[in-house]
């Protein structure tokens, strides 16, 4: 059984599909937390986050990238962040976007999961390097203590990423071959939900290929970046989701996080109200 596929499962049956990515950008955040230091600023918002949108999500996605820039007070923050998260029963999705061989992704593996470094419950993992990039990751997801997952980078949100993801190989988009491995390598995993524990990052900037991807892999849990801020709607994703409303967890992250100007007093109400309305939305399109 796949104790991933199912604390996902369980996660959006709770609370909805939305997924609250932390992307803490210090000149970005609340006037009062900009007075301190940058790690300390960052690490203290994000905890304030975390309580403020509990009651409208169960999955956070933090962008490993913006707590590195602070250097080592960034890596404590991050740490802290991702603790704090499970305590507070959030499944977490390290966005880290590993992608390595042999013993150096088995690093990345390790630390990703451990539970003294950032015991996170999955990370997101680029697959150009070939199969032997991912083992190391899947070897050390399915071995952890409870069991974790990946998401595999399949169709991106971003607008150059058909570059490669579009190129035809064997008269198929190079994405659909990838989207073919992920299949297999989800199979080994499923969980009681029916659903695995081998995910794929598919962007709802491309609703099209959404909808393609999802009828190709209905086992295959999605993560869904591209709502919100970048320009994806509630209709863009309704295509990712299996019936019952499973299957797709769909990230916004400036949409919930930063609604506000850095002097706005009341920069709270607004994180509450953004994420109050992008449950509802996201409800309603996994229903629809």
Known sequence: MSAFADRMADAVRRDGPLCVGLDPRFDMLPAYYRKFARGFAVESFCLKVLELVRPFCS?????????????????SAMQSVLWRARELGFVTILDAKRGDIASTAAAYAEAAFSESVWNADALTVNPYLGQDAVEPFLKAARSATPARGLFVLVRTSNRGGGLFQNRLCDGVPLYRRVADEVNDWNAGGLGECGLGDVGAVVGATHPKELAELRAAMPGVWFLVPGYGAQGGTA??????????????VVNSSRGVVFPFEPDDPDWEKKIVGAARKAQAELRGAGAG
């Open 59 to 75: 999955v956070v996605k933090p962008q490993a990238a913006f707590f590195e820039l602070l250097g080592p007070e960034g890596f």
């Open 235 to 248: 209709a863009d994703v309704r295509a990712g989701f299996l019936p019952g409303g499973t299957g797709a």
